[in-house]
């Protein structure tokens, strides 16, 4: 199977619950091996939640990737990744730079 073809595929916990789908996959040259798997979470959100996965997570791919461990031991593994759509900037700091300029 391609590494292409993983992308965008449904992610199901050890109850299979959908949890995300793969957004990204981390390889390891070295050892020409997948070093972990980036799940982007189901959460109804403005900013996107994503998780880390082992391969040790992984019990089964096929049409979906089957992880074995619950979506809660994700989230215990590693605290989710939040990208900010915006960046928070202080209005006295634009000022001050305004002014030296």
């Given at each position: 199977m391609k590494v292409t073809e993983l992308i965008n595929?449904?992610?199901?916990?050890?109850?299979?619950?959908e949890i995300g789908k793969i957004q990204n996959i981390d390889?390891?040259?070295k050892e020409n091996a997948i070093s972990k798997i980036?799940?982007?979470?189901?959460?109804?959100?403005l900013r996107k939640t994503t998780v880390e996965a082992t391969?040790?997570?992984?019990?089964?791919i096929g049409d979906y990737l089957l992880l074995n461990v619950p979506k809660s031991e994700l989230l215990k593994e590693e605290e989710p990744?939040?990208?900010?759509?915006?960046?928070?900037?202080n209005p006295?700091?634009?000022e001050e730079k305004s002014k030296s300029n």
């Amino acid at each position: 199977m391609k590494v292409t073809e993983l992308i965008n595929k449904k992610v199901l916990d050890d109850n299979a619950n959908e949890i995300g789908k793969i957004q990204n996959i981390d390889l390891d040259l070295k050892e020409n091996a997948i070093s972990k798997i980036i799940i982007n979470l189901n959460e109804l959100s403005l900013r996107k939640t994503t998780v880390e996965a082992t391969i040790d997570m992984v019990s089964e791919i096929g049409d979906y990737l089957l992880l074995n461990v619950p979506k809660s031991e994700l989230l215990k593994e590693e605290e989710p990744v939040e990208v900010p759509d915006v960046e928070i900037v202080n209005p006295n700091e634009l000022e001050e730079k305004s002014k030296s300029n």
